[in-house]
Structure formats: C-alpha cells, structure tokens
C-alpha cells in the first residue's frame, strides 16, 4: 500500500519543489531525479501487483475535507478567471460545480459509507506504466525544450517553475485517477487534470493561447458536471460511491444506467470525442512537451481509462451504442481532416482524436474481444504519439517550422532526428507494428458483434490514414546534397528521450503477447467473465513467432537508413537546363523554381467543413439517447 501512496504523493512533492527552484542546473537535477524515481517505481508497483488485484482503505475525514476545500477553492478561481478574461461561459458553468459539490458534500456525502478508498488492478498497472514512463520521459525532455523556448522568447517572463510545477502535478492527478476506487476522489483528480491543462495550455499568456484554454476549460467543465451529476445520482439512489460496487451493478436499472452514461459522457469530453474535440486542437498553441502529456499519457487516456473500465456495462445498451456510434465517426471524420493539415502538430491532433475515437467505440461494444483491442491500442497510441510530437518539437526549434512542407531535406538537416520520426509514423499505420494489429483485432471485434454504421466507420478510417501519413513519409523522403546538419545543438535530454521512445515503440510490438498474456487477458477475465478461445488462439506462440519475424525484417529493411552511405547523388533532371536541386532555366531563359508540394483536398476535406458535419451529428447521437435514458424509454 506503501508504494500505491508513494505514486501518488511523490510527483506532487517534486512539483512543490520545483515551483520554488529558480536555477536551471537545479531544475534539470530534480526533474531527471523525480523521473527516474517515478519510473523505477511505476516499474516496482507494476511487478509487485501484477496478476494480484487488491482493494486498499485509505478512508480518511481529513483527506475528504482538504479535497472538498480545495474543489471549492479552484471552483472560485474559475469563476473569477471567467469574469476576469469576459468568459462568462466558464463561470456560469464554475458556479453550477460549486453548487453541485456544495449539495453532495452536505447532503449526500455523510450517508455514504466507503469501504475501500483505492484499488489496483491490471488495467491500472498498464496505466501506471504509460503515465510513469511516458510521462516522465516527457518532463525530462522538456528540460532542454523548455531552455530553447525561453530562449527563442527573450521579452516573456521566465516561468518555467510554473510549468514544471504543473507537469509533475499532472502526473499526481492521474495516478490519482487510475488508483482511487472511492469516486468522489475520482472526481477530485479528475478535475486537477482540467486545470492544469488549463494553464498549461494558457502557458504562454498570448490572446490565443487564454482563448483556447478556456475553450478546453468550458467543455471540460461540461464533462465534470456530468461526472458530479453521476456521483449524486448514485448516492442519493443507492447509497454507494465505490466504482467497483458499479461495475458489478445491474446496468438495466434506470438510475444506474443514467449514471453510466453521464459518465461516459464525461469520458467522451476527456477523451476529445466530437463534437467537444476542439480543446485538444486547441491546445496545440502550447508548448510541445505540454501537447505531448496531453496527447499521449494524460488528459485524453483519462477519458478512455475510464470508458474501458465501464465497457462491461455498455454491451447491448442504448449507452453502449451512444459511446459506440460517437466513437466511430469521431474516428472516421477526424481521419478525414487531417488530410487537409499540413501544420504536422495539427495532423498528430487530428489523429490522436481518430484513434480515441477507435478506442472509445471498442470500449461502446462491451465484449471482451473489443476492450482488448482498446487497451492495445492505448498502449501503443501512448508511446508513439508522444514520439511523434516530441520530434515535431525539435525540428520546430532547429528548422524554424512545424510545417510538414518544410520537412523538405530532413534526412539532411536533422538525419537521426528523420530516422526516428520515420520509425514513429511506421508504427502508426504499417504492418507489424502495433497500432495496424490493434486496428485489425477492432475491426473483427465489430464484426463480429455486427454493427455495420461503425464497420464502415473504422473500414473507411483506416483507410484515410493512409493519405495523411504517406505524404509525411514523402516529405521525409526527399534528401538532396549540400544541406547542412543542424542537429548539433539537440539537448542530451531530448536525444535520450527521442531515442528511448524510439526502442520502447519497436520493443512493445516485440512484447505484444508478454503485455497480452499478463496484463490484459487476465482483467478481461476479471471483468467480464471470459475470454473467447479465439482470442486467446490468435495470441498463440505461433503468431507471435510470425509477428516476430515480420518486426525483423523491418528492422532489417530499416537499418541501412541509419548508417552513412558513399553512393553519389546525382542531380535532379528538372527539364532544360538544371542550376540546382531546385530550380532550372526553362523557355526564354527564365529561371523557374520547383515546388514540390503534396496535396491536401482541402475542398472535400476542409476543416471547417468537417467538423460542422462531425459536431451535428454527434451531439445528436450524445443529446438523443441522454434524453432516452433519462425519460426512462429503454428501462
């Protein structure tokens, strides 16, 4: 119990520090400290309790009234931030969660006895692992980022404890999440995430930067309303407010049935679903290693962690099929608009909201082949995201753009650098890489459980990302002579991050069965009841042996990249007569220069074509089962 406590409390305690550390030597120790502590004892925590779920009571007044104070308190804040900026939105919707905590506290909360505050089980393990190791890796690369941002803007006041500050906070809040059983403790870590994204969005302080850290706030407090709305209900209904006294309840019941979907109404807004993904959009104007911890480890794997956790009750309901359906045309819909980004961090946006969009419909279905497919890809999402993000983060430092078009040269400019972007955009859509198996398995768990609308969905989806990762490799692809390499001036950190998610993304599709077999069959079995034999058959010794040998050969393929080459590059042939790699003197002794450009379908699809299409329909899928629910139609 020792160390389930130590999890949560020790990154809070870093943070604390850090807030006050002003020398950036100082800074850099404490924070690469703090994450190797925290990754060795996620490690610790993950072998000590793997296999061997346990119930802990932490049970504790004291801890309850510093939590109610310190909603209340950040409460106030957001209502007086709302006034302040003109945010009224933000306000009105701070006050109706202040008053809804207020009731709960003093009229509800007194009659509820909790008998076991937190618990672990392997799904949480899994979780502890991503946010521990992933999140972690994040912080220390921000330590150089974070010294070039600075840099790159001299006039802005240093406030780079802040920001530390509120990344390791962050970390504390989900663990917070992925341990609490009591779900009022849920709750309060629940809304530390908003709020520190919040700021952390808002870190910049520019017009743009306040604006879209109140958008995240204002559709974040829709999804905590929610949450608290679920919260009350169960209380004052049943009496509980244990997560596993949930789970095992009948989902038929009318009450129950409600609070599962206003919870995972809360897991969709988290989650960036449509029609609320626009804050994680949003939130791009961040920092990198903020969109990065947004993206991959944090924020939006609250929203799916506790989807997945809610899966068992979702089968063959009306809230299933609002989670399902919302799901699966946020999948397809976001992989469309990102046809049209060429901005990269705007694409990887994109697509984090498509593949949660996959993990949120397989989490709808409610059958054990479904939630394995989504736990897999949250795995995999996790760690090549936050590499993708990060390498966006440097090259924008070292080439001055984040524009995929200006990723023109990059296997000359920044050649490591290219090398490991190359193996993170793989890994998202290529065979036998993670993310294209764990799609596939989505793919048969729909089919099987015969849902055609998000069949076509994920068929079409997959499909479409193609377009958007291919022309990213093309660009990749490019090289030509005399462009200078301009990777000297990478921090050490930001290098042994890169190169450290780099491995881990080839290292757990090596250990696709060894994650299968130990962690997530044996929840499935917990939670549902059964594992199908197919499943279990398709993760057989002798797949695994293909899929092993399939990762050689691309590794194989991939190795001769990554050592120097003697072959001479000839000059491109550009008709006429060439003066460079870029240029020729055409007709009447012109010079004309060559663009080479990809194309992006912006009229077909345009951004803000699809999401005033993805925003309708899917607030009519959320709105029009709530509505069902609540009026008790389908008890």
């Not at 802005?156 to 504390?172: G, N, Y």
């Not at 070292?398 to 200006?406: L, N, T, V």
């Not at 951004?607 to 629910?629: K, S």
């Amino acid at each position: 119990m020792n160390e389930i406590l130590f999890m949560m409390v020790y990154p809070f305690m870093a943070a604390c520090l850090l807030l006050v550390v002003k020398n950036d030597r100082l800074r850099t120790a404490i924070t690469e400290i703090s994450a190797a502590v925290i990754i060795a004892a996620s490690i610790l925590v993950a072998c000590s309790y793997i296999g061997k779920p346990q119930m802990f009571d932490l049970e504790s007044e004291l801890i309850n009234q510093l939590m109610f104070v310190t909603e209340v308190a950040l409460g106030i804040a957001v209502v007086f931030l709302g006034i302040k900026h003109g945010k009224y939105a933000a306000s009105v919707l701070g006050t109706v969660q202040i008053a809804m905590s207020l009731y709960f506290e003093f009229c509800l909360a007194g009659d509820v006895d909790v008998t076991h505050t937190m618990y672990i089980d392997d799904l949480s393990i899994v979780m502890i692992l991503i946010i521990g190791i992933i999140g972690s890796l994040i912080t220390v690369y921000a330590v150089g980022y974070m010294r070039d941002f600075q840099a790159h803007h001299p006039d802005e006041k240093d406030r780079r404890p802040w920001f530390f500050f509120l990344m390791f906070v962050f970390l504390s809040a989900m663990f917070g999440i992925v341990l609490s059983n009591d779900m009022a403790w849920l709750f309060f870590f629940w809304e530390i995430t908003t709020l520190c994204s919040f700021a952390l969005i808002g870190y910049t302080r520019t017009g743009e930067a306040v604006n879209n850290s109140f958008r995240q706030l204002i559709l974040n407090l829709i999804g905590g309303i929610a949450f608290l709305g679920a919260n009350i209900l169960l209380a004052d209904r049943y009496g509980f407010l244990e997560l596993d006294l949930l789970l095992a309840s009948d989902p038929a019941a009318k009450f129950i049935l409600l609070s599962v979907a206003l919870l995972c109404l809360a897991g969709i807004v988290k989650s960036a679903q449509m029609p609320f993904h626009t804050w994680l959009l949003g939130a791009m104007v961040a920092p990198t290693p903020t969109s990065a911890l947004l993206h991959s480890s944090t924020m939006v794997k609250a929203g799916v962690f506790i989807l997945l956790k809610l899966s068992p009750l979702l089968h063959g309901n009306i809230a299933g099929y609002m989670v399902m359906t919302v799901g699966g045309l946020t999948f397809l819909l976001a992989s469309m608009a990102a046809i049209s980004q060429s901005n990269a961090k705007r694409v990887l946006a994109y697509s984090t909201i498509a593949n949660l969009g996959l993990i949120v419909a397989c989490a709808g279905i409610g059958t054990p082949e479904a939630a394995w497919a989504g736990i897999m890809l949250m795995i995999f999402h996790a760690i090549t995201k936050s590499l993708l993000f990060l390498c966006v983060g440097t090259a924008e430092h070292h080439i001055g753009s984040r524009d995929i078009e200006s990723m023109d040269f990059l296997f000359e400019r920044m050649p490591r650098l290219a090398r490991m972007m190359l193996i993170g955009i793989a890994a998202m859509f290529l065979a036998p890489l993670g993310m294209l198996i764990s799609k596939w398995a989505a793919l048969t768990a729909f089919v099987d459980s015969g849902y055609i609308l998000v069949i076509g969905c994920i068929v079409f989806g997959s499909a479409v990302t193609s377009f958007y990762w291919t022309k990213w490799m093309g660009k990749l692809a490019v090289i030509a002579s005399g462009k200078g390499n301009v990777e000297g001036t990478v921090h050490r950190q930001e290098w042994f991050v890169l190169g450290t998610l780099t491995a881990l993304s080839v290292a757990v599709c090596a250990l696709f069965s060894v994650v299968s077999d130990h962690a997530v069959i044996p929840w499935l079995t917990a939670s549902f009841g059964f594992v199908p034999d197919d499943l279990v058959s398709a993760l057989s010794c002798n797949n695994e042996i293909i899929l092993l040998l399939m990762l050689l050969a691309l590794i194989l393929l991939i190795v001769p990249f990554f050592g120097r080459s003697n072959r001479r590059i000839v000059p491109n042939y550009l008709s006429g007569t060439g003066i460079d790699d870029s240029s020729y003197t055409g007709s009447m002794g012109a010079t004309i220069e060559v663009d080479l450009r990809n194309w992006y379908m912006t009229p077909w699809f345009g951004e803000d074509r699809i999401r005033r299409i993805g925003e309708t329909v899917t607030a009519l899928a959320i709105a029009v089962p709530l509505v069902l629910i609540a009026g008790g139609w389908f008890i």
